[in-house]
């Protein structure tokens, strides 16, 4: 059975608490891994404010839910976390924390890889850069789709 902890909120993360709470959570497992995603300081229409993350509570765990699910049944973690933010998100502030826990280091490596991949282009979140003098709606790239299509091939 998978350690599962999902969170979707407004309040800020702590990405080192949220590490250790994790590793204390499972130190029987031989490997893991987590990402840290922070909001970027700069983008192609110049500095970032902040980030915009309109979500829909009840669906947008939902599909959360939905993703960690996905990776669980794909590659068997022994433990899984996604904390993600909403709300508005100041540049350099922590967006969101994924780990994954497994026997061996590839299984964590691949899941947190795979979460992460589906959490940028499919979860039910609406992103909206502020900078200065622009406000822009974010959309996945070329790059999130193809890094999101690797998993469907082989």
């Known amino acids: 059975m998978v350690l599962r902890d999902i969170w979707v909120g407004e309040a800020p993360i702590d990405p080192a608490a949220l590490h250790a709470a994790f590793l204390a959570a499972h130190s029987h497992a031989g490997a893991v891994v987590s990402f840290t995603g922070a909001v970027r300081g700069h983008t192609r229409d110049g500095a970032i404010d902040h980030l915009w ?12 839910a939905a993703i960690a699910q996905d990776g669980e049944d794909r590659f068997a973690p022994a433990g899984l976390m996604i904390h993600h933010r909403a709300g508005k998100i100041a540049a350099g502030e922590a967006i969101v924390f994924v780990a994954a826990a497994s026997p061996h280091r590839r299984a964590a490596f691949e899941a947190a890889d795979y979460v992460m991949d589906r959490l940028k282009s499919e979860a039910a979140f609406w992103k909206r850069e502020t900078g200065d003098g622009f406000t822009r709606w974010v959309e996945p790239t070329a790059q999130d789709r193809d890094d999101l299509n690797r998993w469907s091939r082989g």
């Open 53 to 64: 993350l309109d979500w829909y509570p009840g669906m947008t765990e939902a599909s959360v």
